[in-house]
């Protein structure tokens, strides 16, 4: 299978921990988005990569979440100390993309869902 | 923050039947698409509209697009059990860069066999 892929597929965590979260993309493509999703609602944007730059990120993401992309590959999304508002279904999502060119859609993995007890 | 709506926020039809959702937003865009999403496969892409476009088709799902209503439609015909899912429409503000989607609440759809 060459679709979006992520790790691990459920996270349960007492409040306080740390919790890292893995990604891979379809191989050939240069964005890559992170976006949360609770229970009854769309998708919420998390932040976004061009290759290995982070270029934006919301304000949902607080000082305790932190995102990366060594390489322009798989991309971590990192939660410290986190706590029970951030229990929620963590979705990777890819596409190729460039300036200009027509607009693409994007690839979703299956998602992490965090219970944060 | 979610960009508009989706109406209705559920529908139940028979197999057979036409399943037709809308889709409100708020600010100009650039594209608008629509996804589905069940538990088994997680959310897909079903098909994409630019903002200069007024109709999609695509099998058996034809999109709409009023852009000076700030509204879209997704129509399903002759639905099958299989379509049973959540419909999401997001929109796009801009092509140059970070396509991020903004998405509406959801239609959960249900086919009755």
């Known amino acids: 299978d060459t679709g979006v892929s992520q790790d691990p597929r459920h996270k349960i965590t007492k409040r306080g921990q740390n919790v890292t979260f893995r990604c891979d993309p379809i191989?050939?493509?240069?964005?890559l988005y992170w976006y949360r999703q609770t229970l009854g609602q769309g998708p919420e944007f998390l932040t976004y990569?061009?290759?290995?730059?982070?270029?934006?990120k919301s304000r949902l993401l607080s000082d305790r979440f932190s995102a990366e992309r060594p390489k322009g590959s798989f991309s971590t999304l990192e939660i410290q100390r986190t706590e029970q508002g951030d229990s929620a279904m963590y979705l990777c999502?890819?596409?190729?993309?460039?300036?200009?060119?027509?607009?693409?859609?994007?690839?979703f993995g299956p998602g992490t869902r965090l219970t944060v007890l | 923050s979610q960009q508009g709506e989706e109406d209705p926020q559920a529908l139940s039809i028979q197999e057979g039947e036409n399943a037709t959702m809308n889709c409100s937003y708020k600010?100009?865009?650039?594209?608008l698409q629509w996804y589905r999403q069940n538990s088994g496969r997680g959310l897909v892409h079903l098909i994409l509209?630019?903002?200069?476009?007024r109709e999609k088709h695509s099998g058996r799902l034809r999109v709409t697009l009023d852009t000076s209503k700030k509204s879209s439609s997704l129509l399903i015909t002759a639905s099958r059990a299989a379509d049973t899912a959540s419909y999401f429409c997001?929109?796009?503000?801009?092509?140059?860069?970070?396509?991020?989607?903004?998405f509406g609440t959801g239609t959960r759809l249900t086919i009755i066999p």
């Open positions: 999502a890819s596409s190729l993309g460039s300036y200009g060119r027509a607009p693409s859609a994007q690839y």
């Open positions: 600010t100009s865009i650039n594209n």
């Open positions: 509209i630019r903002s200069n476009e």
């Open positions: 990569f061009q290759n290995e730059a982070q270029l934006e």
């Open positions: 997001a929109t796009v503000k801009t092509n140059f860069g970070n396509e991020k989607l903004t």
């Open positions: 191989s050939e493509h240069n964005r």
